[in-house]
């Protein structure tokens, strides 16, 4: 009778031992990623069914970052510096891709990829994921500047400059709002994306393909001029220079605005119940001169794979799942996050449901990436000290132009970017 | 023997303060950025060639000193006044001791994050206030003669509990009979204060600047936060610039010859604040006398 147990207990322990050595040999693969904080909530579903799905081969692990976007940078690069980063997976905004490509960090994509998924994508997705000929990010969420415009004050939106600001004097004349446009101000990266979209619609550069800088042009000294004169004339109110996306957005919600430039995460923000201008906004590119294009900045972010780990295919594996077509729709349809196929931006019924989607393709349509160099932060701090003085310190905005173009032609110079 | 006592405290300190600054020094003559493929090259000082020639350098040098130079003296002002209150002894001085200790425990990010809502316009109180009394809003964040005020202001908010705390420390160390002993010679409270207080507070004081002083001088968070080092850089503060080569614009060779050269001119600030001190110290001595 004893021995009965005995055998029933060794029999228990055996069974034990080996679902736990089995658990153990074919535990799953962790595929962990780095994520601005937002994005880590929206795309919670699905990694969740993800891992459910998988359960027994690949487990995606979800690391919150920060909320602002160079913070997350910062904690990347911080873990990137020291060597072997726990990160198989990134998001990345669009900006870092040279600098982290040139640096070693991230690893080519371009074994994964299937021809005919690269051309799924529309022509503004596929901006802003290559460095030196080699694609290093896919895209997750396209993201462009848009202008945001009053439906109820005015029949269409303003086209060109001098368009905004008549339509803006003439309803803070007639006090339907306290201010005409609001924008991005402040000194940070938002200004650059901000002094873009002006200066490619008075027919301006930045950098020009061959590397040229034509930033001191008088192409950019109208554009700069113009943004002051948004202020000096009241069409902006003086805390403007201030402003990043939130004071905007929230003066804007508020109704006293009729113009804002914002990304595409506004629209979301408008149609919630708080705002007082629900269903009467309309969304459309910014203003350019007559005869130039009209463009938006291209934000947009993605996932790369990093150098360092060990799990490459696994990983891509993870970044077609999340950024599939039916991912697109569902971050869409939830979060509002632009999506990158051409397939979903013809699809008849989303269209139906969420008209805004055709203001979004026309956006991606026209969106213009910011100079794709390793350079880039420098050149962009360049010239957002350069235009806040223009705006807050009232200096010469020619003395002030060309000064950021001496810098700019320094800075590239030095590094050998340019002859 | 007391070679022997000392030996652990200095390898401890050559390993962290020794082997950093070498490194430094090491890297800041070399270029090292991602433009070199993150690999270091020597480059014969170019590096400190760039810094001396540096106008932003000399420019975040002269913002850095008068932030640190500003909130430091308000803050010992208040600090000194704070203290003598809460060493008094008078009923619930233990909570008020407690709460005043507060702000300074608070993570700098989240009261920076505050300080900007509070300047904030036009949503601010302090805005809603100028319209209320009917005075015309000014952009306190973004006008460049005023903004790097609000940094300082709000540094003094945040660190003067901190002086107030080592000076407390200090009052409470000077002996009850001194004062007695001045009482009955027929001095005056304010006398007092300038003979006795003062005096045997200098040490806590030199300890006070100094630490705050260092600190000032490499402030970071507040101003990241609450500015970003605008508007038109008029905020920017050395440990700003040098995060920003580093973090941002991965040229670490010259993040640390701007760690060092700042470094020295802490240096610099340090004696010179300590020689003031001392000196003040020497000329009560000589007026006793």
């Given at each position: 009778m004893k021995l009965k147990y005995l055998y029933l207990i060794l029999l228990l322990v055996a069974s034990l031992f080996f679902t736990i050595s089995w658990a153990y040999s074919t535990q799953p693969k962790v595929i962990n990623i780095l994520m601005p904080a937002p994005f880590a909530d929206s795309t919670s579903d699905l990694i969740k069914r993800y891992n459910d799905e998988h359960r027994q081969n690949i487990q995606i692990k979800v690391t919150r970052g920060p909320r602002e976007t160079e913070a997350v940078s910062d904690l990347a690069i911080s873990s990137l510096l020291l060597g072997r980063s726990s990160f198989d997976l990134i998001l990345m905004d669009v900006t870092w891709l040279p600098k982290y490509a040139a640096a070693g960090w991230i690893a080519p994509l371009d074994s994964f990829i299937e021809k005919a998924d690269w051309e799924s994508l529309a022509l503004g997705a596929r901006i802003g994921n290559s460095y030196k000929g080699k694609i290093y990010r896919w895209p997750l969420a396209a993201d462009m500047g848009l202008l945001y415009w009053r439906k109820d004050l005015m029949k269409n939106p303003p086209r060109t400059p001098e368009e905004l600001i008549d339509i803006s004097l003439k309803l803070q004349n007639e006090g339907k709002v306290n201010y005409g446009y609001v924008w991005q101000g402040r000194q940070y990266e938002g200004l650059s994306c901000v002094f873009l979209e002006i200066l490619n619609g008075f027919g301006g550069k930045w950098i020009n393909n061959s590397g040229d800088v034509s930033i001191g042009s008088n192409q950019s000294k109208e554009a700069a001029k113009w943004l002051r004169d948004l202020i000096d004339t009241g069409v902006s109110p003086n805390a403007v220079t201030n402003f990043s996306e939130n004071e905007s957005l929230q003066i804007f919600s508020s109704g006293q605005a009729a113009l804002m430039r914002n990304w595409p995460y506004a629209w979301a923000e408008l149609q919630k119940p708080s705002s007082v201008v629900k269903n009467k906004v309309g969304v459309t590119t910014m203003v350019a001169k007559k005869g130039y294009e009209t463009t938006s900045t291209l934000g947009s972010w993605g996932l790369s794979i990093l150098s360092t780990s060990d799990k490459k295919e696994e990983s891509y594996n993870v970044i077609s799942y999340l950024t599939s077509e039916d991912a697109q729709k569902e971050l869409f349809e939830k979060n509002g996050y632009t999506p990158t196929s051409t397939s979903i931006f013809k699809n008849e019924k989303l269209i139906k449901d969420f008209p805004i989607l055709n203001a979004l393709g026309n956006a991606l349509e026209v969106a213009k990436p910011r100079p794709q160099t390793p350079l880039y932060a420098q050149l962009s701090d360049v010239l957002q000290r350069e235009l806040s003085s223009i705006l807050t310190e009232n200096k010469n905005i020619n003395d002030s132009m060309n000064k950021a173009k001496e810098k700019t032609s320094q800075i590239l110079l030095a590094s050998g970017e340019i002859e | 023997m007391i070679l022997l006592l000392l030996l652990p405290a200095t390898v401890l300190i050559a390993l962290i303060f020794g082997i950093p600054l070498i490194r430094y020094a090491w890297i800041s003559t070399h270029a090292f950025s991602v433009i070199t493929g993150l690999e270091l090259v020597?480059?014969?000082?170019?590096?400190?060639?760039?810094?001396?020639?540096?106008?932003?350098?000399?420019?975040?040098?002269?913002?850095?000193?008068?932030?640190?130079?500003?909130?430091?003296?308000?803050?010992?002002?208040?600090?000194?006044?704070?203290?003598?209150?809460?060493?008094?002894?008078?009923?619930?001085?233990?909570?008020?001791?407690?709460?005043?200790?507060?702000?300074?425990?608070?993570?700098?990010?989240?009261?920076?994050?505050?300080?900007?809502?509070?300047?904030?316009?036009?949503?601010?109180?302090?805005?809603?206030?100028?319209?209320?009394?009917g005075i015309e809003s000014i952009n306190i964040l973004s006008n460049p003669n005023i903004t790097w005020i609000a940094t300082v202001i709000a540094d003094v908010w945040k660190t003067t509990p901190f002086i107030a705390l080592i000076l407390l420390a200090g009052l409470q160390s000077i002996p009850n009979d001194l004062y007695e002993a001045f009482r009955l010679e027929g001095g005056k409270p304010i006398q007092a204060f300038f003979k006795i207080t003062l005096p045997l507070l200098r040490p806590y004081i030199l300890l006070a600047v100094?630490?705050?002083?260092?600190?000032?001088?490499?402030?970071?968070?507040?101003?990241?936060?609450?500015?970003?080092?605008?508007?038109?850089?008029?905020?920017?503060?050395?440990?700003?610039?040098?995060?920003?080569?580093?973090?941002?614009?991965?040229?670490?060779?010259?993040?640390?010859?701007?760690?060092?050269?700042?470094?020295?001119?802490?240096?610099?600030?340090?004696?010179?604040?300590?020689?003031?001190?001392?000196?003040?110290?020497?000329?009560?001595?000589?007026?006793?006398?």
């Open positions: - | 020597p480059n014969q000082g170019a590096n400190w060639l760039r810094l001396i020639n540096d106008q932003r350098f000399w420019q975040d040098t002269f913002q850095t000193v008068r932030f640190a130079s500003l909130s430091v003296s308000i803050e010992l002002l208040l600090a000194i006044c704070i203290a003598l209150i809460l060493d008094q002894k008078w009923r619930g001085r233990g909570i008020t001791r407690a709460i005043s200790l507060l702000p300074w425990a608070l993570p700098t990010t989240i009261m920076a994050l505050g300080w900007r809502w509070i300047f904030n316009t036009p949503f601010g109180p302090i805005d809603q206030i100028f319209n209320i009394v100094l630490f705050r002083l260092a600190q000032a001088f490499g402030v970071f968070d507040l101003i990241q936060v609450m500015t970003g080092g605008g508007p038109a850089s008029s905020t920017e503060s050395l440990a700003l610039y040098a995060y920003l080569n580093a973090m941002r614009f991965l040229d670490f060779g010259y993040s640390a010859t701007l760690m060092l050269g700042s470094f020295f001119l802490l240096v610099i600030a340090c004696i010179l604040s300590w020689i003031i001190i001392s000196r003040f110290q020497y000329q009560l001595n000589e007026e006793k006398t």
